[in-house]
């Protein structure tokens, strides 16, 4: 009988098994088609924006984060396509091929736990303690600093375990990853724990989150207060989906993943493993489709290049790209306060349409 963690099973996958495998890559090609789209279309926007407002139009510093979260879902999305040999083939052969689909996964999956952590953090911040939004250059050193750390720890671990008797990135039974006996301390640390903590860290932060919303919610009716806030009230409710999405794309492949590292003489069925894949995969379409609710402007509405409303939703919420302030503004400006005064309690000088600069 065929090990079916051997460096070569070809011939040995079912019918259900190729079909389970099939969902997953026509899964990451959707996901690829939702972020390719979407970063082109996102090119094109800069382009634009450029030429109406000159040299000085910038993007938002959670513009950045979105765009590098996009490239990491591609990436894992590059990840599951591969799956396609070992379809055709009915298994895994080890080999460089092999290889490239690990260290796609692995840089794909902890790049957008990563970055859905980064989001979180910036949001809860401006939210909930009323940070300044970040500098763009402070944003593409973040964005740097998550790069540089999801390369080394992949190649780094690679490297280490390249000499070894073992190969590192091979076959896991249905596809290519960090293979036994490495698979349980150096899985959970380069790649399920930055799961987990992400999860747990959303969760707490989202819920904070939720409760300064509600609290500024409950002070200031709907009917009294301004449009803009109003809208920015809807979008930042809108974005506490961003840690339901990540836990339901995260949690049946942590499940599965949990029973085979404790459990590896009996694995899941395969049916749950797959459901867990296609889940994880769809990460791509779930975040690009995210992206556009919770950023207004996405589709251009006629009128709204130059309504005065829109200006003031030109905060981190919309993603919008924003003129830079004048030079002798040393420092961003914050989103109207969702803790401002309601209409007949008094406003703050400048209203709350006035257009930020993030």
Not at 48 to 77: C, E, I, N, W, Y
Not at 143 to 149: E, P, R
């Amino acid at each position: 009988m065929v090990n079916p963690y051997g460096p070569d099973t070809r011939g040995t996958f079912s019918f259900g098994i190729r079909l389970g495998l099939l969902f997953e890559v026509q899964a990451a090609c959707l996901s690829a088609i939702c972020v390719l789209g979407l970063l082109v279309y996102l090119a094109w926007t800069a382009i634009r924006t450029r030429r109406q407002r000159g040299k000085h139009a910038l993007p938002s510093h959670l513009h950045v984060l979105f765009v590098s979260l996009l490239f990491s879902d591609l990436l894992h999305s590059i990840g599951s396509i591969l799956n396609i040999p070992w379809i055709r083939d009915s298994g895994v052969l080890e080999g460089p091929l092999c290889t490239a689909q690990g260290i796609f996964r692995q840089m794909g999956d902890t790049g957008v736990a990563l970055e859905i952590l980064a989001i979180a953090v910036f949001t809860w911040g401006v939210i909930v303690r009323g940070w300044s939004s970040p500098s763009l250059k402070t944003t593409f050193v973040i964005v740097g600093l998550i790069w540089i750390f999801v390369i080394l720890i992949t190649l780094v671990s690679y490297g280490v375990h390249k000499a070894a008797e073992q190969v590192y990135y091979g076959n896991t039974r249905y596809w290519c990853w960090i293979r036994s006996p490495y698979s349980l301390p150096d899985g959970i640390a380069l790649q399920y724990g930055w799961f987990w903590l992400t999860a747990a860290i959303n969760l707490v932060l989202y819920i904070s989150v939720a409760v300064t919303l509600l609290k500024s919610k409950r002070r200031c009716r709907n009917a009294q207060m301004p449009e803009g806030q109003r809208s920015l009230q809807k979008i930042a409710f809108q974005m506490t989906w961003y840690p339901i999405i990540y836990l339901i794309t995260i949690t049946p492949m942590s499940i599965t993943r949990l029973w085979i590292f404790t459990n590896p003489e009996h694995p899941p069925p395969f049916a749950a493993t797959a459901l867990a894949a296609v889940l994880l995969t769809l990460s791509g379409v779930f975040n690009a489709v995210l992206f556009s609710i919770t950023r207004p402007t996405l589709i251009p509405q006629k009128g709204h290049d130059h309504d005065p409303t829109v200006g003031g939703l030109r905060s981190i919420y919309t993603l919008e790209f924003c003129q830079r302030p004048d030079e002798d503004q040393r420092s961003s400006k914050i989103p109207p306060s969702l803790e401002t005064p309601c209409h007949g309690e008094g406003t703050s000088k400048g209203g709350g349409t006035d257009e930020t600069y993030v």
